[in-house]
């Protein structure tokens, strides 16, 4: 275990079903994100939570929902998915944003949620 | 363009045989730089990181990277593989967007460690 999990470990949905990722960590960190792993393709950053205030969106479609109702805790409501969809959904958290100064710069990521959509 | 570059999509190696995996990045990007790996049905683990000072920066599990300005390069390697070392490893660095700086990824190098 990292200190972020993330539950269910995998997930099969139709498309017309609605779901949640849920995302945790009692590191004390600041900052919490969600990326998407599909096969053969970078990492794709979704979302980034900051003191729980969302800070970046990047351009991901609106069936995809961020929720986050406190420092510890992070969930991705999905619903009417696409089959594209289809992949590896990340948590990860920091102890702050990345800014100059004063940053390790390190991230804590999950498991990860193995998303299949039918 | 993109930031980070891994030009490698898959490296099989022989056990015990040195390897090196390459990275690339774009030179306009800030020059924080990072390794993680990836175990099947796992998370990313960091494996080591350049944000300062000296090029040669050694990380967890024997892995080493070298950071060389002038190729803009960040490639990692290991001495002597194990099959334990087979997994799939990302090169990562810092860009600036919006209101804060981001880590982005390359696509990812599949290391296969062959007994």
């Known amino acids: 275990e990292t200190g972020v999990t993330q539950t269910p470990r995998h997930l099969v949905m139709g498309m017309t079903n609605k779901k949640s990722l849920k995302c945790e960590q009692h590191l004390g960190h600041n900052a919490m994100y969600w990326y998407k792993q599909s096969a053969k393709k970078p990492l794709e950053l979704m979302f980034v939570?900051?003191?729980?205030?969302?800070?970046e969106n990047n351009s991901v479609p609106s069936r995809f929902s961020p929720e986050c109702p406190n420092s510890s805790h992070l969930f991705l409501h999905l619903h009417t998915l696409q089959p594209e969809d289809s992949a590896l959904y990340l948590c990860?958290?920091?102890?702050?944003?990345?800014?100059?100064?004063?940053?390790?710069?390190?991230?804590?990521f999950g498991s990860g949620t193995r998303l299949t959509v039918v | 363009a993109q930031s980070v570059t891994q030009l490698d999509s898959q490296v099989p190696v022989f056990e015990e045989a040195p390897v090196e995996l390459r990275c690339n990045y774009s030179?306009?990007?800030?020059?924080?730089l990072f390794w993680y790996v990836q175990y099947p049905n796992q998370g990313l683990q960091l494996l080591l990181k350049?944000?300062?000072?000296?090029?040669l920066v050694k990380g967890i599990n024997g892995f080493e990277a070298e950071f060389n300005k002038s190729q803009t390069s960040f490639h990692l390697r290991k001495p002597s593989v194990h099959i334990s070392d087979t997994a799939e490893y990302f090169c990562a660095v810092i860009i600036s967007s919006g209101s804060a700086r981001q880590l982005t990824f390359g696509s990812g190098t599949q290391l296969t460690v062959l007994p």
């Open positions: 030179s306009s990007v800030s020059v924080y």
């Open positions: 939570y900051s003191l729980e205030e969302r800070v």
């Open positions: 990860a958290s920091s102890e702050r944003l990345l800014m100059t100064g004063g940053n390790t710069y390190g991230y804590t």
């Open positions: 350049y944000l300062s000072g000296s090029t």
